[in-house]
Nanobody
Framework: QVELVESGGGLVQAGGSLRLSCAAS????????MGWYRQAPGKQRELVAS???????NYADAVKGRFTISRDNARNTVSLQMNELDPEDTAVYYC??????????????????RGKGTLVTVSS
């Protein structure tokens, strides 16, 4: 079991910046990647960015060049630096941790954990 606690959301004007942070606890040794999802009102949840244990990052096209994800493996934290925020970025942002559970030497499956979310509101 992994517990995730997000912080850093809030209200910001368009063009401004915010930094989200997420701390993981529990079975953190099984985490293979961490990331951020978001869900805007009336829309489906979407992946914003993710980073593997080895530091490989992935970004949604909508945030490339504006958002930066970083991970501290020693502290089991992941952060999302969001710059040049736009009203379209308004959403609840959720921290996600993907774990790898071994069933045998060669077989495994993934379990995803999600935090409670933090609201980001960008005013125009």
């Amino acid at each position: 079991q992994v517990e995730l606690v997000e912080s850093g959301g809030g209200l910001v004007q368009a063009g401004g910046s915010l930094r989200l942070s997420c701390a993981a606890s529990g079975s953190v040794d099984n985490i293979v990647s961490m990331g951020w999802y978001r869900q805007a009102p009336g829309k489906q949840r979407e992946l914003v960015a993710s980073v593997t244990e080895g530091g490989i990052t992935n970004y949604a096209d909508a945030v490339k060049g504006r958002f930066t994800i970083s991970r501290d493996n020693a502290r089991n934290t992941v952060s999302l630096q969001m710059n040049e925020l736009d009203p379209e970025d308004t959403a609840v942002y959720y921290c996600n941790a993907r774990t790898k559970v071994l069933t045998s030497t060669d077989n495994y499956y993934h379990v995803d954990y999600r935090g409670k979310g933090t609201l980001v509101t960008v005013s125009s």
